[in-house]
């Protein structure tokens, strides 16, 4: 939409609309905004990745975290459980 357009749009709402439902409209705006900005994330700069690739790399030479085999053996027994809560409750 052009900005002659949204001029246009707001030059409506605001002519039409009562204090009370122009405030209710800016608090869904402002939510919608915040909403979105959080979806967007800005993208690591090469010199972070390099950074986060060394600190898991020292991680791992220090014996520290869990592989990948055991991450997923973990997710899947806590999938499982999750299940069984959820088949617990429709009974």
Do not use: C
């Given at each position: 939409?052009?900005?002659t357009?949204l ?16 405030l ?15 979806q ?9 990745i ?6 898991a790399?020292r991680?791992?030479a ?20 999750e299940d ?8």
């Amino acid at each position: 939409m052009s900005t002659t357009t949204l001029q246009g749009l707001l030059d409506y709402l605001t002519g039409t609309l009562s204090t009370s439902n122009m405030l209710w409209l800016s608090e869904r705006l402002t939510d919608y905004a915040k909403k979105n900005e959080e979806q967007h994330l800005k993208p690591y700069t090469m010199e972070e990745i390099r950074a986060r690739i060394a600190e898991a790399e020292r991680e791992s030479a220090a014996g520290l975290g869990i592989d990948s085999e055991e991450m997923v053996r973990e997710l899947e027994a806590e999938f499982a459980e999750e299940d069984m809560k959820d088949t617990n409750k429709l009974k």
